[in-house]
């Protein structure tokens, strides 16, 4: 899962580079945290001026057994957050 989640990873930075823009990319693996949690820790540690996520667009009863990554991060960052809704 590792190796897949690093190639997802350097896929879509290959994409930002191709289209002139400036990107940096962190594939990170970590267990007892919420992920919203670690993606804001490294957001300050690496002083990122904007955080990017994508959402599902989950409603009703299965966004609320399920959670949501993208809501969590946008109540705990201290950076703004983009949410790209996933089609």
């Known amino acids: 899962m590792e190796a897949a989640g690093q190639k997802v990873v350097a896929d879509g930075?290959?994409?930002?580079?191709?289209?002139?823009?400036?990107?940096?990319?962190?594939c990170v693996v970590m267990f007892g945290k919420h992920v919203y949690d670690i993606i804001e820790d490294e957001a300050t540690e690496w002083a990122a001026d904007l955080i990017v996520i994508g959402t599902h667009g989950r409603r009703g009863i299965r966004r609320l057994l399920l959670g949501s990554v993208a809501e969590g991060l946008t109540r705990v960052s201290s950076k703004p957050v983009l949410l790209i809704r996933g089609a």
């Open 13 to 26: 930075l290959a994409c930002t580079r191709t289209a002139g823009i400036e990107s940096d990319s962190k």
